[in-house]
């Protein structure tokens, strides 16, 4: 990651951050002291890397303002930034996958989604891990197929100093379309285990009315968080990671 700031591997450290509670991650996020620390330069958005303060803890974030985000024909504008809390939302409710703590706030350039920075090799992307971590890649799979992710780059998985695997850039999430692109279709074919199978019976419980539904509602148009609804029914009547459809374009550009 390219910033004005010095960023390597060695130098930042989010471990505090990650080793306390989830709910103490987000509180921190949502009423910490925001201050930038530089632009992220290899991003087709306005993003900045952010230190965040309060209660005695500090750590690094992300930082994506609406105001910066480029415009796009397929995405209302302006929602992008809420995409990447539904995502950590919907991840919460879940137990899976592994997305860095996320919110919603004011910040320097105004309203956006701060998220948690997550110290990784930088070295790692989804052709390196593959191979040898591909169990691990399945419910990031499965939360693409659920979360309808148009852009699911190599480079949108990240591996920490603890060998976790993080899904990030979940900004074009939840679209009403069939909007799928992954690098990852390993699975394709393959049956649900149901492990999984009973935490997406659990979602869709959730999804009927409540504190995920109404935290949604705030995050996602209606039609949106109804097409969320359908595409878990499907999921659960044909418990199969599909193939890819040979009609539309199925893989992200540039693929990292």
């Given at each position: 990651?390219?910033?004005?700031?010095?960023?390597?591997?060695?130098?930042?450290?989010?471990?505090?951050?990650?080793?306390?509670?989830?709910?103490?991650?987000v509180q921190l996020l949502s009423q910490g002291q925001v201050e930038l620390v530089g632009q992220v330069l290899a991003s087709s958005n306005v993003i900045f890397l952010a230190s965040v303060a309060g209660q005695g803890l500090q750590t690094?974030?992300?930082?994506?303002?609406?105001?910066?985000?480029?415009?796009?024909?397929?995405?209302?504008?302006?929602?992008?930034?809420?995409?990447?809390?539904?995502?950590?939302?919907?991840?919460?409710?879940?137990?899976?996958?592994?997305?860095?703590?996320?919110?919603?706030?004011?910040?320097?350039?105004?309203?956006?989604?701060?998220?948690?920075?997550?110290?990784?090799?930088?070295?790692?992307?989804?052709?390196?891990?593959?191979?040898?971590?591909?169990?691990?890649?399945?419910?990031?799979?499965?939360?693409?197929?659920?979360?309808?992710?148009?852009?699911?780059?190599?480079?949108?998985?990240?591996?920490?100093?603890?060998?976790?695997?993080?899904?990030?850039?979940?900004?074009?999430?939840?679209?009403?379309?069939?909007?799928?692109?992954?690098?990852?279709?390993?699975?394709?074919?393959?049956?649900?285990?149901?492990?999984?199978?009973?935490?997406?019976?659990?979602?869709?419980?959730?999804?009927?009315?409540?504190?995920?539904?109404?935290?949604?509602?705030?995050?996602?148009?209606?039609?949106?968080?109804?097409?969320?609804?359908?595409?878990?029914?499907?999921?659960?009547?044909?418990?199969?990671?599909?193939?890819?459809?040979?009609?539309?374009?199925?893989?992200?550009?540039?693929?990292?």
């Open positions: 990651m390219d910033t004005s700031a010095s960023t390597s591997w060695k130098e930042t450290d989010a471990s505090e951050a990650i080793a306390v509670e989830p709910e103490q991650v690094l974030a992300i930082y994506k303002p609406y105001q910066g985000e480029r415009p796009l024909w397929d995405f209302p504008p302006g929602t992008l930034c809420l995409r990447e809390v539904a995502a950590y939302v919907v991840s919460q409710a879940l137990g899976w996958p592994l997305i860095p703590p996320t919110v919603l706030r004011d910040g320097p350039h105004g309203a956006g989604a701060l998220q948690l920075f997550i110290d990784a090799d930088p070295e790692a992307t989804y052709f390196s891990l593959c191979e040898e971590r591909l169990p691990d890649l399945l419910p990031i799979a499965l939360f693409d197929l659920l979360a309808n992710n148009a852009d699911r780059k190599g480079g949108h998985l990240l591996l920490d100093r603890w060998d976790r695997i993080w899904a990030i850039d979940n900004a074009l999430t939840f679209h009403v379309e069939p909007k799928l692109r992954t690098v990852i279709w390993d699975f394709a074919g393959e049956p649900i285990p149901e492990a999984y199978q009973a935490d997406l019976r659990e979602l869709r419980e959730q999804l009927g009315e409540g504190p995920l539904r109404e935290m949604l509602a705030k995050l996602l148009a209606e039609e949106e968080v109804a097409a969320l609804g359908v595409r878990l029914s499907v999921l659960l009547e044909n418990p199969v990671f599909p193939y890819p459809d040979p009609d539309r374009r199925q893989v992200p550009w540039p693929l990292v």
